[in-house]
């Protein structure tokens, strides 16, 4: 009989042992899910930043995109002005000529 309780025992300190096993795997399964979780969430906040940033970003090169047009159709209107402006400057020149010489004659 002595045997048998002794038997008895060994059983039962063992599945205690599983049992205690199972109750460790279980909490470190938790605690290793809850960690991913809020690793989840912390890349998922990443990727909206990073979201955010780009969609920034492609606005700022856009916005570049739109002031370089535009300085190169300043700049193309500036040389047009000079030609204007020196053609004018040309003809001014020739009345000037052309009206000195009238007053000599």
């Not at 002595?2 to 599945?15: C, P, V, Y």
């Not at 998922?44 to 920034?56: G, K």
């Amino acid at each position: 009989m002595l045997a048998l309780t002794l038997e008895q025992k060994r059983q039962r300190d063992d599945q205690l042992s599983r049992h205690e096993d199972i109750v460790e795997h279980r909490q470190k399964l938790l605690r290793l899910t809850v960690e991913l979780e809020e690793k989840n969430e912390k890349w998922l906040l990443c990727q909206q930043r990073c979201d955010a940033m780009e969609q920034q970003m492609l606005s700022w090169e856009q916005r570049k995109e739109q002031l370089n047009q535009k300085w190169r159709a300043a700049g193309e209107e500036v040389m047009q002005t000079r030609k204007v402006l020196e053609k004018i400057q040309q003809e001014k020149r020739e009345l000037i000529k052309e009206r000195f010489l009238i007053l000599l004659l």
